[in-house]
């Protein structure tokens, strides 16, 4: 019970933070992309230019991530972003179709494409691609018919069939971790659903994102979804091994990427964010039931003679159900939310920062820059409180903008902020947080004069053994040598890390 209740909260999670208004134009092929922030090389430039257009493949059949629709065009989360990189780093991407993601892998190993634009980086695929930042994280699920009940994860589906897409690393996973489990190749996620609902396979894996979708589309009602800490999708640009320069650009145009960016694309292909609570039918659910009760021997009758109806009232509960559910944990989420700014208040921080702690001990690290206003306390002398109020609440939408939408922008305390940067290593630390410092600088606050942010960083290395204490200790001090050489600038320092024996287990 408790993995649903924590895969109910991401959904909560994915409607409350995608759940924005589209903007959508006939600007860059199709999606309006917010101002360029790639800053590229001398050398890097040179390259673009001489270059022929980007080469890139993909999976033909992974909606709503990606696919290719009847007419041959590429649709999805993944069309988005590409179109978004091309405008950012002006330079054409031309897709190189294939008929499956086996092809797709082939192809690049070929050297056919140069670009594989959502995928997981993997051991095996390590050997031929280079890997961006990841980009696009989505929760993964265990997919079950409704019958089935207290699955906590896939070590309770030893000597089960599990449908997983052949070729995804997914099935390398779970053969390694569960080697009791019997795998079901199959072509994509939508043929392993029906698989589940027809009863072939006991249960599939796939990602929340697509398993609603094919839920949805297909009327798959039966089906039931589990949450699970095995793994999450956490899907990175894959760029040929042997183009390092090619790497180099596509990792600074990963980085780029900003939270509102990225919410338009998965406001547009989200099949959750678009699910919000309707207030009306709730209500109008209400009333039924009362009405119900009230005349319980006559709507019985009618509803007896008319199956489908009394299966379409049991839907409509559900989703009522669903509803106040989500409202409760969206309750959750206010609680580590400043009330103030709006982003996540220390509570919300901390937890952050656990799990990312935990995950760069197995292997992902993270960055965290704190960032203290310059001279806040002339704002609120000058202006008055109510200013000041106003004046963070504006650097908090700066900075939410301004980072990828699997980092975290926090509210430290008073005029001091906390961006947790995951999956970043510490040479993009500092290219990633002076540009942000920039885009601070050159805002209006309304004041009638520039505002500016010092921000000290730190990163946490994966192959160390570190303290949370030690890193933001850190990072403070980087923060205090950033006021001390003049404000207005990034100052990062290296904590001391202590080699591991052995790994995490």
């Known amino acids: 019970m408790g993995r649903v209740i924590r895969l109910v909260f991401a959904a909560a999670v994915w409607c409350v933070f995608f759940n924005c208004s589209v903007v959508y134009s006939e600007n860059l092929n199709g999606l309006s992309h917010l101002e360029s922030s790639v800053f590229l090389s001398e050398e890097e430039r040179e390259y673009l230019k001489d270059r022929g257009p980007i080469r890139f493949s ?36 031309e897709l190189v179709p294939t008929s499956s993601w086996e092809e797709t892998l082939e192809f690049v190993k070929a050297g056919s494409s140069d670009v594989v634009p959502l995928l997981n980086r993997t051991e095996d695929r390590e050997k031929y691609l280079g890997f961006s930042s990841p980009y696009v994280i989505n929760p993964a699920v265990i997919v079950t018919r409704g019958d089935v009940s207290d699955l906590a994860g896939f070590m309770d ?7 997983v897409v052949k070729g995804y690393n997914v099935e390398d996973i779970l053969r390694e971790r569960y080697p009791d489990l019997s795998i079901v190749p199959v072509a994509n996620n939508r043929e392993g659903l029906r698989m589940v609902a027809s009863g072939e396979v006991f249960s599939a894996s796939a990602p929340l994102l697509v398993a609603s979708l094919v839920i949805e589309e297909e009327g798959l009602t039966t089906l039931k979804l589990w949450g699970h800490d095995d793994f999450e999708h956490r899907l990175r640009m894959g760029i040929r091994k042997d183009d390092p320069i090619l790497l180099g650009i596509m990792q600074k145009a990963v980085l780029s990427l900003n939270l509102k960016e990225s919410s338009r694309i998965f406001d547009r292909w989200n099949p959750l964010a678009s699910k919000g609570i309707d207030q009306g039918l709730f209500w109008s659910i209400v009333v039924l039931l009362i009405v119900l ?21 049991n839907r409509e509960l559900a989703k009522a159900k669903a509803a106040l559910e989500e409202g409760n944990r969206r309750l959750e989420l206010l609680s580590k939310m400043d009330h103030l700014t709006g982003i996540a208040n220390r509570f919300g921080i901390e937890e952050f920062l656990n799990r990312a702690v935990h995950k760069a001990r197995r292997g992902t690290p993270f960055c965290v820059a704190i960032g203290d206003v310059d001279h806040f306390k002339r704002v609120n002398d000058d202006y008055g409180h109510q200013v000041g109020d106003r004046v963070l609440v504006r650097l908090a939408e700066i900075l939410v ?38 885009v601070i600088s050159e805002s209006d606050f309304g004041l009638g004069r520039p505002l500016t942010v010092s921000f000290g960083g730190a990163a946490f290395p994966a192959e160390g053994d570190l303290s949370l204490n030690d890193l933001l200790r850190t990072a403070d001090d980087a923060l205090y040598r950033a006021k001390e050489d003049g404000r207005n600038r990034v100052a990062i320092e290296t904590p001391i890390v202590v080699e591991k024996d052995d790994p995490v287990p």
């Not at 021997?297 to 489908?308: E, W």
């Not at 995951?422 to 920039?438: A, G, Q, S």
Request: charged residues 30%; negative net charge.
């Open 157 to 163: 589906l030893a000597g089960k069939t599990v449908a």
């Open 293 to 313: 009760i009230a005349s319980a021997s006559g709507v019985a009758y009618r509803f007896v003679r008319k199956n489908d109806q009394l299966r379409a009232l």
């Open 58 to 93: 993909v999976d033909p059949s992974w909606a709503p991530y990606e696919w290719i629709d009847e007419s041959g065009e590429y649709r999805g989360v993944g069309s988005d972003y590409v179109k978004l990189l091309s405008g950012k780093l002006g330079v054409a991407m």
């Open 401 to 438: 903008d301004a980072v990828r939408a699997v980092d975290l922008v926090g509210r430290w305390g008073g005029e001091e902020f906390i961006i947790v940067f995951d999956d970043m290593v510490e040479r993009d630390l500092f290219p990633v947080t002076d540009r942000i410092r920039r």
